[in-house]
């Protein structure tokens, strides 16, 4: 919840940052429809947060037990849902999967490592300092949401071969 409630607060430098991405998106020629993807309004800001809202409201998985048995030979077997640790993210032009991705990431114990399009570079820069500034307020680490450094294919790439680094890549 504080997640949601620090990008209500932060509504403002998250839709100026936003605004600037448009800019160079409509300089480089970026087509009608991946401009709307990449724009947020007050509006889209409120569903973002109710989104993390959501999320937040969802049974923790963590530590959920979904199969338990005891062969003849004494033992007790559980299958138990536990955090995969570092999770790499790489997505297009929308910033809200920027968020949505940290929640559901944060909410199943895991951190995030997130490389959305270069398009929304300050977008998602924005609302991941939002968010680590929550998580540090929350005594949470603030690099459990962390942003892909650079721009370039090169830093794709570095993300896909971090093996033993990154745990899943979506």
């Given amino acids: 919840m504080a997640i949601a409630d620090q990008i209500e607060r932060e509504a403002d430098s998250i839709l100026e940052a936003n605004r ?3 800019l160079a998106g409509t300089e480089k020629g970026l087509g009608a429809a991946t401009l709307d993807r990449l724009r947020l309004d007050e509006k889209r800001i409120r ?11 969802l049974p923790d998985p963590v530590g959920e037990i979904l199969k338990e048995w005891s062969p003849q030979n004494g033992l007790h077997i559980s299958k138990v849902r536990v955090p995969i640790g570092v999770i790499g993210i790489i ?3 929308r910033p809200n999967v920027t968020v949505d991705a940290a929640g559901l990431c944060l909410k199943s114990g895991n951190a995030v490592l997130l490389r959305g399009s270069t ?3 300050a977008s998602n820069a924005a609302l991941v300092s939002v968010m680590q500034e929550s998580l540090v307020a929350s005594g ?3 690099h459990a949401i962390s942003l892909v450094p650079g721009t370039s294919h090169d830093s794709v790439r570095h993300l896909m071969t971090a093996r033993g ?5 979506i």
């Fill in 20 to 22: 600037a991405d448009l």
């Fill in 47 to 57: 569903v973002i947060a109710t989104s993390v809202r959501e999320v937040a409201k």
């Fill in 91 to 93: 997505y297009e032009a």
């Fill in 119 to 121: 398009s929304a570079q």
């Fill in 140 to 142: 949470l680490p603030a």
């Fill in 165 to 169: 680094l990154v745990d899943v890549l």
